[in-house]
């Protein structure tokens, strides 16, 4: 059932496949000392390296010798939310056309290089950013670097290109969404409903017709526009020498030309002030899915942190409050998953933003139902506070999954931050104050933010209704 | 056993030779590649016969813990899906505690407990903050050995299960794989039965599931593992304390069988769809055969790489598909066989079977290059580096090479066996195993307009319906 998020989130579900060494971990306890102390304070340090290019280029690396592979990444700002009217899914559409290959490693080339060095690569859309990435054996490194320069600089954009990644993007949304039931509800229709800005409602994978639509000079435009030097984010990280990798980028990328300044674009949203419902068919639904949606403070905030929180309190884990109440007490279906951004996780992403949850439920149990017992679990914490030891639970379970997700084999997870970090704040040392963003949280902010952020009227409620074949397939509101 | 792998890049002189148009600069150079070791492993048995696997990795302060009991789908003799619901209902209470409140205690460690059930064994694991691991594992046995079953539970959990079926009935793709594994494995093994109807779940009994568990949860079908970086000793002790006394039992008797050859094909209607779903398939070996490393190069070639031959035709250069890909699915001592999938559109699905038989037909005749064959070989000990480098992934490859039996070196003379595999072996096995004859083909699809399209095709002549 979670398929289409491993299928879309490709970098994190690598990265959720298992744990591992980066970064330097600094402990105040000896995790293998006898005093047998549970509260001990430990932590993620991760040594950075920061600089940017006189073109505009920013560059993070992270050093970590634990195993003998590199890790590049290149983030673009450039991502669902700045497509034009018209152009919906262009900022995907570009993904695929960037990945198959530039004037030095035209037709697949570049995607032989890095296998044939003995690494993989991937590349992935979401709403801020576009990114491409590789994991090599680090004696592939400057190869590698001079691979994304020249994608950079000197990227093939033609018409049989064009035609062929069109069709390779039309099969990714039949596979991902048309032929699948609950195939866009939660990750394309919710935002769509609960968002006022077409720049965060609209589909974002796509509408056929406009990916039918995109000429060749539309094409082009798009890159001028995006495309630069000066709107991207090198990362690197892994078994790398700093200075050697650094020369490396200085000659191969420090040549590229800055672009123009990027367009102005307004993201924001109001603030919901009505309880807003909608539904949909899905005739290839064998049943119902019931999925709501709160706006999030802004990223970074106090109140932030205190909605991670509650995000693990309410739906993270067997433990958590949502699952033990809708699927243990109440049987209404086999599980309920949810979370902030479901197309990355609470970190990767630059403007407003969902906390959502979802469920596919028997047809016996009504939204009403349903929304009236999720009512009660949410209504009591925004009128009690939380005890001390929900607080410690749920932060000792952001620290695990913030771990998991810095802490991977491939380093994706790592990256992804760094970038992201680089990319939206100017800041990758970021990556080292999470931990204080948790530890500052306490059951009084977490019952303020309950209060202004999970009011019904800051929620959207989206019923996925299975059609019968005799039904009529029209929505209904 | 500690061992180093050294990758002799033959293969990067080649990789040098890059086009020199509008060169910026040339292409940097690809060095020798570091070597690469497997984290040094500590194993000891427990009396009762459980073996315990150590694996100190990594610098984050987790241990991942894994339990893996030989319970499986395999076991499930004619009642498919018995095993999953043993597992799901294992998950309700244990020891006298409700499963809420051992949630709450697993989460306070920082993990959950997971339990996943598989054709040859059922997996209980979690991946807590190192400092909670002996505690973990405190848990992890009072779920394995002393499930309470309680009947309360029952009925929701089985909804479960059947909310869960409905939801893969409802999709292609396990749609494709039910009618697939019935192909290669009959109706008569479990192997053959990927999912169970309605009427099937609801007929379970708590009856069953207790035969179930007694049958198969013994100490004697146990192996444990723990990776990342934790106190060994103090971790030993937990599991001495935690699973020492637990009766050996009976051993483990069910018996895997290896897929029927082909030809056979079946088509399933789904109306209106945008797409067909494709699976086709050849019995083949599994790693305990000579051929195996040649078989996995030759698959990284045909379709199992984004490289590949299959995705260079079907997606980069036909865009009639996202995701096509190739795999070797093995059974323990069984063999096993090697499939192509690919959802590609309506239109082309004649066309798209058409260029799959025929890079197939092309890997058996034609030699293959010099700079292929390294590259492929290359990207696999690459690969290799990756797979080992996290605690999950490290414990998978230790686990499967304890369940198929095979030799203690199996993970450290990998990528020289990978290495050591020719252009010639790759053809060969090409040939011996990917015999067009032998074929099995699954299609899911709008039948009305690919029907035809399909049995149009001479590579398909002489293929019987399933059934036929």
Redesign the interface.
């Known amino acids: ?1 979670m398929k289409w998020l491993l ?1 879309l989130a490709g970098a994190l579900a690598l990265a959720a ?9 600094v ?1 105040a306890v000896d ?2 000392g ?1 005093d047998g102390s ?1 509260t ?1 304070e ?1 932590g ?1 340090q991760v040594d950075v390296r920061y600089e940017t290019l006189d073109n505009g280029l920013r560059v993070v690396m992270s050093r970590d010798t ?4 590199a890790t590049v990444a290149v983030y673009y700002g450039v991502g669902f939310r700045v497509e034009p009217q018209g152009r919906t899914g262009f900022a995907h559409l570009f993904e695929h056309l960037m990945f ?1 290959g530039s ?4 037709g ?2 570049m ?3 890095i ?7 991937n590349g992935s859309t979401r709403y801020d950013f576009t990114n491409y990435f590789e ?6 490194l ?2 590698i ?3 994304e ?2 994608r950079m ?2 990227p093939i954009i033609d018409q049989e290109n064009l ?10 949304v ?3 969404v ?5 195939g866009g509800w939660i990750w394309i229709d919710l935002p769509m409903l609960a968002n006022e800005n077409w720049h965060n409602a609209h589909n974002f994978y796509g509408d056929l017709a406009d990916l039918d639509a995109a000429s060749l000079e539309d094409v082009q435009s798009f890159f001028d526009t995006y495309y630069s030097v000066n709107n991207a984010v090198i990362a690197v990280v892994g ?1 790398i020498e700093y200075d050697e990798t650094m020369a ?1 980028i200085v ?2 990328f420090g ?1 590229i030309e800055p672009g123009p300044a990027l367009p102005p674009l307004d993201i924001s949203e109001p603030r919901q002030t009505e309880e807003k419902f909608g539904t949909i068919d899905d005739p ?4 119902p899915a019931l999925g709501f949606a709160y706006h999030m403070p802004e990223r970074g905030s106090p109140e932030y942190y205190a909605m991670a929180v509650l995000d693990q309190l309410l739906v993270q ?3 958590s409050l949502l ?2 109440r809708l ?2 007490e109440e ?1 209404y ?3 309920v998953f949810g979370g902030i951004n479901l197309l990355g996780n609470m970190y990767n992403y630059n403007g407003p933003m969902l906390w959502s949850v979802g469920m ?1 439920h ?1 047809a016996q149990y009504d939204r009403d139902t349903i929304m009236a017992t999720v009512d009660e679990v949410i209504e009591q914490l925004r009128t009690e506070e939380i005890t001390q030891e929900q607080l ?2 749920s932060i ?2 952001l ?2 999954q913030f ?2 997700i ?5 380093r994706f997870g790592l990256i992804d931050l760094l970038a992201s970090f680089a990319l939206f704040d100017d800041d990758p040392s970021r990556i080292n104050r999470i931990e204080a963003g948790f530890d500052q949280v306490t059951p009084e902010l977490v019952l303020a933010t309950a209060q202004e952020y999970l009011r019904p009227t800051n929620r959207s409620v989206l019923v996925v209704r299975p059609v019968e074949d005799d039904a009529d397939e029209t929505e209904t509101e | 056993m500690m061992k180093t792998l050294f ?1 002799t ?1 033959a ?1 990067s002189a080649a ?1 040098l030779a ?2 020199a ?5 040339p ?10 070791e497997l984290p040094d492993t500590q194993s000891f048995r427990l009396d009762n016969g459980i073996d315990v696997t150590f694996i100190p ?6 241990a ?1 813990i894994q339990v893996h009991v030989r319970a499986g789908n395999l076991d499930d003799g004619d009642m498919t899906w018995l095993a999953d619901l043993t597992g799901a209902m294992i ?1 309700e209470g244990s020891a006298g505690r409700p ?2 409140e051992i ?2 205690e ?8 997971n339990v996943g059930v598989g054709l040859h064994t059922t997996t209980f694991s979690t ?6 691991g002996p505690q973990a594992v405190g848990l992890l046995a009072d779920m394995i050995r002393r499930p309470d079953f309680p009947e309360s539970e029952l009925e ?1 959990v089985r ?3 059947i ?2 079926v ?2 893969s ?4 793709g396990p749609v494709a794989n039910e009618a697939y594994a019935e192909l290669l494995y009959g109706t008569d093994h479990p192997y053959g039965h990927t999912l169970p109807t309605t009427e099937e779940l609801e007929s379970y009994t708590l009856d069953d599931i207790r035969r179930f568990y007694d049958a198969n949860y013994s100490a004697q079908r146990t192996r444990i593992y723990v990776a ?4 060994q000793a ?1 971790m030993e002790s937990a599991i001495r304390d935690a699973f020492g006394d637990w009766p050996e039992g009976a051993a483990d008797e069910a018996v895997a069988v290896a897929p029927n050859p082909g030809p056979v094909m079946q088509l399933i209607d ?1 109306p209106g ?3 067909s ?1 494709l699976r086709v398939g050849f019995d083949a070996v599994g790693p305990d055969h000579a051929d195996y490393p040649a078989l996995v190069v030759m698959n990284a070639i045909l379709g199992g ?3 590949s031959r299959l995705t ?1 035709n079907l ?9 096509p890909g190739s795999g070797i699915t093995t059974r323990p001592g069984a063999g096993g066989y090697w499939t192509f999938n690919a ?3 309506t239109s082309v699905t004649g066309a798209a079977l058409a260029e799959t038989f025929g890079e197939i037909a092309r890997l058996q005749i034609e030699p293959i290059g010099a ?1 292929e064959g ?3 070989r ?2 696999l ?3 290799f ?2 797979q ?7 414990i998978g490859q230790v686990a499967y090479r304890d369940l198929y039996g095979l030799p203690d070196d199996y993970l450290d003379t990998y990528v020289t066996n990978i290495l050591s595999v020719t252009n010639e072996d790759i053809t060969r096995v090409a040939n011996t195993y990917l015999d067009t004859d032998e074929v099995i083909l699954v299609i899911v699809g709008d039948l009305e307009q690919i029907e035809d399209q399909v049995t149009a095709l001479p590579q398909l002549e002489d293929v019987p319906m399933a059934g036929e």
């Not at chain 1, 035609?163 to 990714?172: I, K, T």
């Not at chain 2, 990795?57 to 987790?62: D, I, Q, T, V």
């Not at chain 2, 990342?228 to 106190?231: A, I, L, N, Q, Y």
């Not at chain 2, 997606?315 to 995701?323: A, K, L, M, W």
């Open positions: 059932m299928a496949c298992g744990e591992n060494s980066s970064g330097e971990l402990e995790p293998n006898d549970t001990r430990q993620i634990s195993v003998p592979t198959e004037e030095n490693l035209p697949g080339t995607t032989n290089l296998y044939n060095a003995g690494g993989v690569q994991v090599v054996p680090n004696n592939a400057e190869a670097i001079w691979a320069a020249d600089a000197r035609d062929a990644q069109r069709g390779v993007v039309r099969n990714e039949f596979v991902n048309i032929n699948q039931p609950y078994d490396w000659e191969h040549t290839l639904a064998p049943q884990g067997d433990d699952n033990q699927i243990n049987g279906a086999s599980g596919i028997d410690d639970r000792t379970k620290r695990s771990y998991g810095v802490d991977s084999g491939t | 990758f890049m293969a990789l890059s086009p148009v509008l060169a910026q600069s292409q940097p150079a690809i060095g020798e590649p570091e070597p690469f990795f990594g610098l984050a302060p987790k991942n998950e499963s809420d949630a709450l697993a989460a306070s460690m920082g993990g959950d407990l991946n807590v903050l190192a400092e909670f929701r909804r479960n299960l909310r869960n409905s939801v009935r409802s999709q292609p990342g970086r934790f106190d103090a789904r769809a945008p797409q779903t790489s984004f490289t260079s997606r980069e250069e036909h865009g009639y598909t996202y995701s959802d590609v559109t700079e390294d590259g492929m290359t990207w000990s690459g690969l580096i990756l080992n480098a996290s605690t999950g992934g490290l």
